[in-house]
């Protein structure tokens, strides 16, 4: 290989990485912050070189596509209070 073959390699490697990076960490920001944890989940698990993330960024932050019940769920099972349990 030619050493300008493994530059532009490079290159090309560290655009994509700051490019999905970027968006992913966007759409991320902005599920947390609505508190929509599937779109989190789907955010952080999926990599679709930045098209989910930028779909979600842009458009479909709108829709919670649970109601919230995920989190509701977890915040019962998960919270420090107890049902009958009173300290």
Known sequence: MKINEIMNQNLFFAVFLFWSFFWKTWA???AAGKKH???FILLMVINT???LEIAYIFY???WDIDKGRLLKILQKRFSKEKKGHHQ
């Open 49 to 51: 070189f930045g098209l």
């Open 28 to 30: 991320l920001w902005k």
């Open 60 to 62: 479909l932050n709108r």
């Open 37 to 39: 944890l599937v779109w």
